[in-house]
Every structure is written in structure tokens, then in C-alpha cells.
């Protein structure tokens, strides 16, 4: 970087010596004269050396070099800070510098911010995982104030310095310290301390997962009885009892256990005071729908069915259901929930995991698995889809549907003005998504289809099959559909047609779909005012362009 010239350092040492220390043939005038010439060479290189030396080092270097030194950091002189003070400065940034990539290097920079640390090779207690680290922080010059913000710095900081062939596994904020590390784990100075609280896990972030507040909470437990009161140390029996109790703002959580009923909900919540259905441990209550067409049905509006697992049903594991246009129901919501194995016979009454039915209006279903729907060795049915959107204002974001005998994603009879959002939707028999009406004088349009992977279906990856207008097809990715793209009356943009590169891509549906570093899925999605909050995993979606498909790349 250039800068100001920098002074020599003055060196007259082989000047001097040269005639001292030569035989006295060389002690005459023009022996003299020979050894000045080589004393005063060498005393130039010495002090081009010790001036090169000087100038690399910044404990010692004088006030010019020092500010080189600073600027090949990208430091600037503050005005009036004093010689040494400027020389804390540029070594802190020369030492950051030099042990960048190391471990050493790690704990300067988190101390850098004001936190001691211990940093443990995960290979330490996993000899399976190479590669990967963890670390735990105490306080040292500042105490860990929980935001957003200063857990961003301090992953930031682990990215930036961290060895680059390395993988932050986990990252945890301990309320006290010393804490060190050796093979036989995790130790404090003086021995036998314990843990104080709990630490904070900083990374991986949480997976969230809904925790509403109701007016008031009432449970459901397998051991319980519909004579006690519902609350949580003595909770009703059945789900359907619980439901003919509960009012607009109400919560019932479900505990874990195997249900074997069909579940309907009845009731309505308001837009403020919602009725919140829901599992109290993500698929930890099961509807066992055996011998029923449904697993559960919603009645009413303003009403969330969150996190349960459905099956066995013979036409519907979820639905919000209403064919009748005096009687529409709006704004009902399917999250978090887990459909599998409903097995409709292929007839015109059809079936579904999951269905937003004809007058059921600006309803949603995100953050589903639904998987085995119909019978998938029967072959391709055109009645039997994964969600089935049917009326007006669906927003389907965030699932993974795969394994089912008709369209993955379909939307038939009055759907306009739908949302479909990063979507992961993979070997449907028939395709991945439709659009389409079959009601006369019906367009269906207003659709926007972004970020999502339509790949490995049978006969379509996306499709506008009838009466449509104009719908928006954005950043979605396509591949090995026999026909990627079959639109009536759209156009579709930003387009990619690759392996979307599963980690571990299973056609029997026990695979894992979440994406490879390689992807090219990952940070190509649009930026849209619905995209998810979150990923299938209920982990965040990261700053900047969103990955494409229903799992985000969770890398520091």
C-alpha cells in the first residue's frame, strides 16, 4: 500500500570494525581506503535489513513505519491518539491477522469482542465428525446481553476467523468461567463447579415451533377424563370433548399419545382472538383416523390445527371443509403437521393430505410433511393430491410433499389470487403442480409460484391446465419432470433446471431433501413479502436471497 517514505536506521557497525579486525597488510592507506568501501556496503545493507525488520514489526516500529503497518490493515490514525495507543491498534489488527485460521487465532478474535473461550473438536466425543467444532463462551470484558444483534456479531466473527476447512457444529454462552476443555470434557478453574443455568445455544439457532397464549389453555391427554376440569395436571380424554368447550381465544394443546378419533372443530375464532388446535410437542399427538374418511375437519374460521400427526384416514387427513358459498370459512391455518399414509380409492370423490376446500378463503397450510397419499404402487390417479388448494387467497409456503398418486401441489375449482412459496415438491405420480378451474366462465389468476423445487414427478413438473390468465412463475427450479413446464396462458422467469441436490435423495421417501452446499437451490430465490419465517426444520431463513424449496442451508 503505498505511503510515506520511512526513515533508514542507521547502522555504522562493519565501518568501524573492517580496519580493527583486518592484518596489517590491509592497515596501509589504500588497504584502508578498500575496507571503508566494503564496511560502508555493508553497513548499508545492515541497515536496509534492520530498517525492513523495524518496519514489519509493530512492538518496535517507528512512528512512519507504524503507519504503513496500519494501513496495509485498513486502519487510519484517529487525530490526537497518542504514539502508543495507535500501537495497541495496529498490533491488535497484525495479530488478528497472523493467527487467522487457527484456533488460536478464533479465541483472540472472540476475546477481541469481550468473551473467554473454549473451543472443543467435536471429534473430541464424535469420531464420526471431522471437521467440526464447538464453542463456549464466558465472560471476560463484557456479559452476553441475549440480542439478536451481538449473536450475530459473534457468528460473524467465528465465520470470518474460523480454519476454513472447518464447520461450526454448535455455539453456547456459559454465564461464568474459567471453562476449559480437555478429552475427558468440559472443566471449570477452581474444579467442581457446576452449571449455574442452563447455557445459551447461539448455534444452531432454536427450532421454533408454535407456543400461542391463549385467553385461556386447556389439555388433552390419553390418561385423562372428560369429567376433569382440563387443565394440564388433570386434562380431558378426547380431543372432540375439549373442542365443544372452547371459545374464540381459546388454546388446547394436545399431549402426546395415539388418538384414535376423527376430530372435528366446530367453533370460530375471531381475527384477534383465534381457536388454537394443536400438539403440544411438534408430532407428538397422533390421529390414528383408521375407519374414518377424515382425520380431522375444520368447521368454522379463524382456527389453526398445529403440529400433529394424521394418518390412516380414507380421504382426508386434514381439512378445512365447506362446499356451500352462504357458508364460507376464512383465514383457517394447517401448520407444522405431519400427513401421511391416506389412502382414498382412485374415484371421483378423490382425496387428499391435505384440502383447502372450494369456499374456504385466504386460508394456509406451511411447514407440512405430506407424504403417501393413495395408493403410490397403484400408479398415477388424477383425484388423489398432496394439498389440494380450492378456493379463493391460499398461501401454501414452506412444505415438503412427496409420494402421492395425483399433483403434488393441485389448485382446482375456484383458486385465484394464491400464494405458493418455497415448496419442495418431489415424485408425485401425476405432477408437481396444477392450476386449473372447472367452473365455467372461472379464470383462475393472480397466482404467484416462487422458490420452489418441482423435480423427479411423473408426467408434469408445473402445469396451467384450464381456463387460466396470468399467474406469476418466479426462481422456481424444475428437473427430471418428463415435461418441466406446461403453461397455458404464463410465462415463467428466472427459471432453473438442475439436480437440485438433495442430500440424500431416496425415492422410497425416507431420504433426506434438505439441500447440499453444492446446490444450486441455495440463495436463488426471490425476495417476496410472504416468504416463510422459517424452514421445514423451524429454523430461520437467513439474510439476503432465500434459498429455493422448503429447507434452508443452516451454515455460519
Not at 61 to 87: F, I, K, M, Q, V
Not at 269 to 281: A, E, L, Q, Y
Request: negative net charge; proline residues 6%.
Amino acid at each position: 500500500m503505498p505511503g510515506p517514505e520511512i526513515d533508514l536506521v542507521p547502522v555504522r557497525l562493519y565501518e568501524d570494525w573492517l580496519p580493527e579486525l583486518a592484518p596489517p597488510w590491509l592497515q596501509k592507506e589504500r588497504g584502508r581506503a578498500l575496507l571503508n568501501g566494503w564496511g560502508q556496503a555493508l553497513d548499508e545493507y545492515a541497515s536496509l535489513t534492520a530498517t525492513g525488520l523495524l518496519a514489519r514489526w509493530a512492538a518496535l516500529a517507528p512512528e512512519d513505519a507504524l503507519n504503513r503497518l496500519g494501513a496495509e490493515r485498513g486502519l487510519t490514525r484517529y487525530p490526537g491518539e497518542s504514539l502508543e495507543a495507535w500501537r495497541t491498534r495496529v498490533r491488535g489488527a497484525w495479530e488478528f491477522w497472523q493467527w487467522s485460521g487457527t484456533e488460536y487465532g478464533l479465541s483472540v478474535a472472540l476475546a477481541q469482542l469481550g468473551y473467554a473461550s473454549a473451543i472443543v473438536p467435536v471429534w473430541t466425543y464424535d469420531t464420526t465428525r471431522w471437521s467440526e467444532f464447538d464453542v463456549y463462551l464466558y465472560p471476560d470484558a463484557r456479559q452476553y446481553d441475549g440480542t439478536p444483534e451481538e449473536r450475530a456479531r459473534i457468528l460473524a466473527i467465528i465465520n470470518k476467523v474460523k480454519p476454513a476447512h472447518t464447520r461450526l457444529s454448535a455455539a453456547y454462552y456459559v454465564g461464568f468461567g474459567p471453562l476449559t476443555w480437555d478429552p475427558a470434557g468440559l472443566t471449570w478453574d477452581p474444579p467442581g463447579q457446576v452449571w449455574g443455568a442452563p447455557p445459551i445455544q447461539l448455534w444452531p439457532e432454536q427450532a421454533y415451533y408454535p407456543n400461542p397464549i391463549g385467553l385461556r389453555t386447556f389439555y388433552v391427554a390419553p390418561t385423562g377424563s372428560n369429567s376433569n376440569p382440563g387443565t394440564q395436571s388433570q386434562p380431558w380424554a378426547t380431543i372432540n370433548y375439549a373442542i365443544s368447550q372452547l371459545v374464540a381465544g381459546d388454546v388446547l394443546r394436545v399431549m402426546d399419545g395415539v388418538y384414535n378419533e376423527y376430530v372435528h372443530i366446530n367453533r370460530s375464532g375471531t381475527s384477534t382472538d383465534r381457536i388454537v388446535v394443536m400438539s403440544h410437542n411438534k408430532h407428538g399427538a397422533k390421529i390414528n383416523a383408521t375407519g374414518n374418511n377424515y382425520g380431522i375437519t375444520i368447521g368454522g374460521s379463524y382456527v389453526d390445527v398445529i403440529g400433529f400427526e394424521v394418518y390412516g384416514a380414507s380421504r382426508v387427513g386434514i381439512m378445512s371443509w365447506t362446499y356451500n358459498p352462504a357458508n364460507v370459512y376464512q383465514n383457517n391455518r394447517v401448520m407444522w403437521c405431519y400427513v401421511h399414509d391416506i389412502i382414498p380409492p382412485c374415484d371421483s370423490d378423490g382425496g387428499a393430505g391435505i384440502v383447502l376446500s372450494t369456499y374456504s378463503e385466504n386460508c394456509e397450510a406451511s411447514y407440512n410433511v405430506v407424504r403417501d397419499i393413495g395408493d403410490y404402487s397403484a400408479g398415477p390417479c388424477n383425484w388423489i393430491h398432496g394439498i389440494y388448494a380450492q378456493g379463493y387467497g391460499a398461501l401454501v409456503r414452506g412444505n415438503l410433499v412427496h409420494r402421492v398418486r395425483g399433483y403434488g401441489l393441485d389448485n382446482w375449482h375456484r383458486p385465484k389470487d394464491g400464494r405458493i412459496i418455497n415448496n419442495t415438491v418431489i415424485n408425485c405420480r401425476y405432477g408437481g403442480l396444477s392450476l386449473g378451474t372447472d367452473i365455467p366462465g372461472f379464470t383462475v389468476d393472480g397466482y404467484i409460484v416462487a422458490n420452489n423445487i418441482f423435480a423427479l414427478n411423473g408426467s408434469y413438473g408445473v402445469q396451467e391446465v384450464a381456463q387460466t390468465g396470468v399467474n406469476q412463475f418466479i426462481n422456481n427450479l424444475v428437473w427430471n419432470n418428463p415435461t418441466n413446464w406446461a403453461l397455458a396462458s404464463s410465462t415463467h422467469q428466472n427459471s432453473i433446471n438442475a439436480d437440485p441436490r438433495f442430500v440424500d435423495y431416496q425415492a422410497s421417501g425416507n431420504g433426506n431433501y434438505r439441500l447440499l452446499q453444492s446446490s444450486p437451490a441455495i440463495n436463488a430465490g426471490a425476495l417476496l413479502s410472504q416468504l416463510p419465517d422459517y424452514d421445514l426444520d423451524g429454523l430461520p431463513r437467513l439474510r439476503g436471497a432465500p434459498d429455493i424449496g422448503a429447507y434452508e442451508l443452516q451454515e455460519v
